[in-house]
């Protein structure tokens, strides 16, 4: 059995629960997959690389309805952005795994652990939404954090760069902002979400952490500055500009420098 091979499978599935479902097998069995030095061929039509299913409906990130929590519609809405962000996370660790060649056998299986715990996060999402009369693919939905995978995909120091330690590591910063307005609401659908939210914030600090890692490993390897690179890239794939608050305390968990904080805060 060989890991990168089967990661593309599983990121070409479309229906959510098989795709989560599959991603979770395949994290809990891969040390005892082989991996290949080379990737495997992608299929043959672009559109099926991610699967995704029918629903949601995809809009601009403009045009997706406002996710207030002071309604039982809008914290639905809410919790279905984020299973959504989820869904999307296992499909850029599945991407990670099979995409990029030349990594050593902790890169691949690091981010099988990702894929795993992302897929636990959107099942636990998409049941708290079931639970309150909904269900994932109800609302529209954009497609950002896919986007910057595909104009990364021939660059492993970019991807790594712009997508775990940059729009993932947004999430760091939302997550307490978001837990604060549910707990203000204080519904017992709400608080529940809080505490999904905790699970989710503790397990993405990690995640942020394996991106930084391994941005860092490669810059070393390439022999350029990680700080200084990173202002580069952003510039050079039009990353978003991130915006304060920033959770710095969750940042400096995830391996951000004194340095790299003080960059953010002047962008």
């Given at each position: 059995?060989?890991?990168?091979?089967?990661?593309?499978?599983?990121?070409?599935?479309?229906?959510?629960?098989?795709?989560?479902?599959?991603?979770?097998?395949?994290?809990?069995?891969?040390?005892?997959?082989?991996?290949?030095?080379?990737?495997?061929?992608?299929?043959?039509?672009?559109s099926a690389?991610?699967?995704r299913?029918?629903?949601?409906?995809?809009?601009?990130?403009?045009d997706?309805?406002?996710?207030?929590?002071?309604?039982?519609?809008?914290r639905?809405?809410?919790?279905?952005?984020?299973?959504?962000?989820?869904?999307?996370?296992?499909?850029?660790?599945?991407?990670?795994?099979?995409?990029?060649d030349?990594?050593?056998?902790?890169?691949?299986?690091?981010?099988?652990?990702?894929?795993g715990?992302?897929?636990?996060?959107?099942?636990?999402?998409?049941?708290?939404?079931?639970?309150q009369?909904?269900?994932?693919?109800?609302?529209?939905?954009?497609?950002?954090?896919?986007?910057?995978?595909?104009?990364?995909?021939h660059?492993?120091?970019?991807?790594?760069?712009?997508v775990?330690?940059?729009l993932?590591?947004?999430?760091?910063?939302?997550?307490?902002?978001?837990?604060?307005?549910?707990?203000?609401?204080g519904?017992?659908?709400?608080?529940?979400?809080?505490?999904i939210?905790?699970?989710?914030?503790?397990?993405?600090?990690?995640?942020?952490?394996?991106?930084?890692?391994?941005?860092?490993?490669?810059?070393?390897?390439?022999?350029?500055?990680?700080?200084?690179?990173?202002?580069?890239l952003v510039?050079?794939?039009?990353a978003?500009?991130?915006k304060?608050?920033?959770?710095?305390?969750?940042?400096?968990?995830?391996?951000?420098?004194?340095?790299?904080?003080?960059?953010?805060?002047?962008?």
């Open positions: 059995m060989e890991l990168r091979h089967r990661a593309l499978q599983v990121l070409c599935l479309a229906d959510p629960e098989q795709k989560a479902a599959a991603a979770l097998d395949l994290h809990a069995q891969a040390a005892i997959f082989s991996i290949a030095k080379k990737a495997p061929s992608p299929p043959s039509d672009a690389l991610p699967g299913p029918e629903r949601p409906s995809l809009l601009r990130h403009t997706v309805a406002r996710r207030s929590p002071a309604t039982a519609q809008g639905a809405i809410l919790i279905h952005a984020i299973a959504h962000i989820e869904f999307n996370a296992i499909n850029l660790a599945l991407d990670a795994v099979w995409r990029f030349g990594m050593p056998r902790d890169y691949y299986t690091d981010w099988m652990l990702v894929a715990e992302e897929a636990r996060h959107f099942r636990l999402l998409r049941d708290h939404l079931r639970s009369g909904h269900d994932y693919g109800d609302f529209p939905a954009h497609q950002g954090l896919w986007t910057m995978c595909e104009k990364t995909q660059d492993i120091l970019a991807r790594m760069a712009l775990p330690r940059t993932e590591a947004r999430g760091l910063d939302a997550t307490p902002q978001i837990q604060a307005k549910l707990r203000q609401v519904t017992p659908d709400a608080l529940a979400a809080v505490d939210l905790d699970i989710i914030l503790r397990d993405e600090v990690g995640h942020v952490a394996i991106g930084n890692h391994w941005y860092r490993w490669l810059c070393e390897r390439q022999g350029v500055d990680p700080e200084a690179h990173y202002g580069t510039k050079l794939y039009e978003p500009r991130l304060p608050p920033f959770n710095e305390t969750a940042r400096r968990k995830a391996g951000f420098t004194d340095n790299e904080l003080r960059w953010l805060q002047q962008i």
